[in-house]
């Protein structure tokens, strides 16, 4: 990607303002871990690694904010602006898998003098940073392993650079498939309400020249049932220990019809995005977004002022339509459990 998705500075984060895309590229100054969360809340940064990123950074500046306070009175309030961040996205879990380990380090340095712990956050947030670029290319480096040469590849709302700290998850299995002159086609959904993929994820693929065709969701059904996608690869924000995922709403319908049609379906993440505290998708906490998302397209309302509108932002996909999930461990295969058991980070 030529734009970066976040920097994060001295008494600052910088962040690329997804909601200006693909028309602006601006950027978002964070002075604070208030304006973080609300970055996050408001879709400045969104993508589950990309937030988990931006969330650790989150907790460095609230330590810097509080600096000045007793040891006691900041870890307080350092504490208070966890729970406030972690709650700015309460779908993905390596937002709050990031502000947890943080905590951690917060608590295990505690005694350290206040600069030493500021140079210790600070430094954690950035091995998080670099660490989410790293797995992702794992990722990509296993995934690819599942497109063939003259592949047409289906995947659904962004999870590219853009949704990560670089490179992506499952744009990232197809960008290292590209990279291999695989000869691919990617058919990329637009991705209602917000159009992740059509303004992001067609961005990506235009700015590295990856042949491409943006769709609508109600335009899979017939693409599959026609033959002319070969593989469905999409990300995930959670996913519990079953191997249930949620990811971006209208994942579950293209999962089903996969199925349908006999036609792999590969989910591409992380191992930070498995909840093991989760036995199953039902215990997922699904967000609810405004109505606003729904009843306006560029600002223009297409919907009529008083009509009811239920904004999911995810939906659920069951293990048993999942083929494998892409970890930067391996490829795991059903039943999922054992294979992500495996790969826990104790």
């Not at 990722?139 to 709302?157: A, E, K, M, Q, R």
């Not at 079953?242 to 792999?264: C, F, R, W």
Request: aromatic content about 6%; glycine content about 6%.
């Amino acid at each position: 990607m030529k734009h970066q998705t976040m920097e994060l500075k001295k008494d600052e984060l910088v962040l690329l303002d997804q909601r200006k895309l693909p028309g602006k590229v601006e950027y978002y100054t964070a002075e604070d871990f208030r304006e973080v969360a609300e970055a996050i809340s408001k879709m400045v940064v969104r993508g589950a690694p990309a937030i988990g990123a931006v969330g650790a950074a989150g907790i460095y500046l609230a330590a810097l904010e509080y600096r000045k306070m007793s040891a006691q009175e900041a870890f307080q309030q350092v504490n208070k602006a966890a729970e406030i961040l972690k709650e700015a996205r309460p779908t993905a879990v390596n937002l709050s898998w990031a502000v947890d380990r943080m905590m951690r380090v917060l608590q295990k340095n505690k005694n350290k003098n206040r600069e030493a712990l500021l140079r210790v956050l600070e430094n954690e947030a950035r091995n998080i940073a670099q660490e989410d670029v790293e797995t992702n290319r794992q990722i990509g480096l296993y995934g690819h392993t599942v497109i063939s040469d003259n592949s047409s590849v289906l995947t659904h709302c962004n999870t590219g650079a853009l949704a990560t700290v670089d490179f992506g998850t499952a744009l990232g299995v197809i960008r290292e498939s590209f990279r291999r002159n695989k000869n691919i086609h990617v058919y990329a959904t637009e991705t209602r309400p917000r159009l992740q993929g059509a303004r992001l994820t067609a961005f990506e693929l235009v700015e590295e020249n990856i042949p491409a065709t943006l769709i609508v969701e109600s335009a899979v059904a017939p693409k599959l049932r026609a033959g002319e996608i070969d593989v469905v690869i999409v990300g995930a924000d959670r996913i519990a220990a079953n191997g249930d995922t949620a990811n971006k709403i209208g994942t579950y319908m293209i999962s089903e019809l996969a199925q349908l049609h006999s036609v792999p379906f590969y989910v591409a993440a992380p191992r930070s995005t498995v909840d093991y505290s989760l036995n199953s998708g039902q215990e997922i906490e699904i967000e609810r977004r405004s109505r606003e998302e729904v009843v306006n397209i560029g600002g223009s309302r297409i919907a009529p002022e008083d009509i009811t509108v239920d904004n999911p932002a995810f939906d659920i996909t069951p293990a048993e339509n999942i083929t494998g999930i892409i970890t930067e461990h391996g490829i795991i295969s059903p039943p999922f459990k054992s294979g992500l058991d495996e790969i826990k980070d104790d």
